[in-house]
Structures are given as structure tokens and as C-alpha cells.
């Protein structure tokens, strides 16, 4: 049984000819279909399944591409601030959570308290260090904010600050959302745009370009 003995299987970065008939891409390593959801990747949770503002997070995976600064990029911004709630707002364990995270991603440019003062834009003596943009501070720009736009720029990024989507998962980047709110005491920051601004009852929400 020479199949048993030399498997037909195919290695990672060889090439297959049979996918040049598709795409001119012979490489067996192939990226996933658009919009498909990794396993486990979605909560298993079913308040956060049943609720759509919840849920539509775990969705908008590869949601926006291009520059975090162009119109597509403004309009999906403001619809994520209408449409997307934290399901894991006012947990202790998501704030403790987003303390490590934040440390982690967040602290070398915000800075320990979410002043803008981070290690790599101010120097130990006051001056300015390497990276020049100062984020502005937490306490007077988070009120004014959404979770879910909070939620976007973490995700894709806003201005000179990177997107952390390929870092964090969903459930990461919610409770780094959590963590900073908590860190700047603004629990009167708006959770979810108002009512009058949501989609109506039962009505289609398009997050994905309306796919």
C-alpha cells in the first residue's frame, strides 16, 4: 500500500496546480473565505448571541481596509458607535482583564493613568520622546465617545494610532474598552448611541457594506 507508506497530503507552501485554474495561485496554503468566523471566535454565551449590538463585534472581522482616515472609514466609525454595545461593560473581571492588555498594547503611548504620556512620547525628564503625536487624555475625550466607536479605533485605528484588530480579539479590545473607561472615571460616557440614532426594531443592520 504505497498511499499508506508516502501520503498524498499536500505541505504547507507547496504549489497545486489545480488552484491556477482559479485564481493563478498555486500556493496549498490558502486564506480563508471572506467574512467566515474562526471557530470559538464568537462567545458562547447567549446573551451576547441573541443581543445584535452585542454580537455584531464578533461579526465585523476584516470589516474596514484602507486608510483609517477616509470617508468609508468615517461612515462604518459612526455606524459602530450607533450599533455596537460592550457585553462586558461594568465587569470587574473585564476591567482587571483590560489592566494586562492595556499594560501590554496601550501604556507605551497613553501612558499608565491615560494621559497622552507614555514612555515613548514623554521622556522621564519631561521632554518629548520619540513618537510625536500626544494622544489626547482620557478623561476629557472618552465622554465623549461611544463604546463603540472606541471599540473601532482600537479595532482598525484613528489617526496616527494603529489598528490592534490582528492583536487583540474582540473579547480583548471590549474589555481594554472597559479598563480605560474605568481608568478615566467617566461611567457617564455613552454606552451605545441614543435611542433616536439606533436602526429601528427588526430592521436589516449593514456593518459589512451591506452584505
Not at 46 to 52: G, L
Request: hydrophobic share 30%; with cysteine; glycine share 12%.
Amino acid at each position: 500500500m504505497p498511499d499508506m507508506r508516502y501520503s498524498r497530503a499536500y505541505e504547507t507552501y507547496q504549489t497545486y496546480d489545480f488552484y491556477m485554474q482559479r485564481d493563478f495561485d498555486t500556493m496549498t496554503a490558502r486564506l480563508p473565505e471572506e467574512n467566515t468566523i474562526p471557530r470559538g471566535y464568537i462567545p458562547n454565551d447567549s446573551s451576547v448571541k441573541k443581543d445584535e449590538s452585542m454580537l455584531r463585534s464578533f461579526l465585523m472581522k476584516n470589516e474596514y481596509h484602507g486608510r483609517n482616515q477616509d470617508s468609508i472609514y468615517t461612515k462604518k466609525y459612526e455606524e459602530a458607535g450607533m450599533i455596537l454595545k460592550n457585553p462586558y461593560a461594568h465587569s470587574e473581571g473585564a476591567i482587571e482583564e483590560g489592566k494586562g492588555l492595556y499594560t501590554i498594547y496601550c501604556k507605551v503611548c497613553h501612558g499608565e493613568k491615560g494621559e497622552g504620556n507614555g514612555q515613548i512620547v514623554e521622556l522621564p525628564d519631561g521632554s518629548d520622546g520619540p513618537y510625536g503625536a500626544r494622544p489626547p487624555a482620557y478623561k476629557t475625550r472618552l465622554p465623549e465617545l461611544t463604546d463603540g466607536k472606541i471599540f473601532f479605533t482600537i479595532s482598525y485605528g484613528k489617526g496616527n494610532m494603529g489598528g490592534y484588530g490582528p492583536m487583540l480579539t474582540p473579547t480583548e479590545r471590549w474589555k481594554v474598552v472597559t479598563y480605560i473607561k474605568d481608568l478615566a472615571g467617566v461611567t457617564g460616557a455613552p454606552a451605545v448611541a441614543a435611542d433616536s440614532m439606533k436602526p429601528a426594531a427588526g430592521a436589516p443592520v449593514a456593518m459589512n457594506g451591506g452584505k
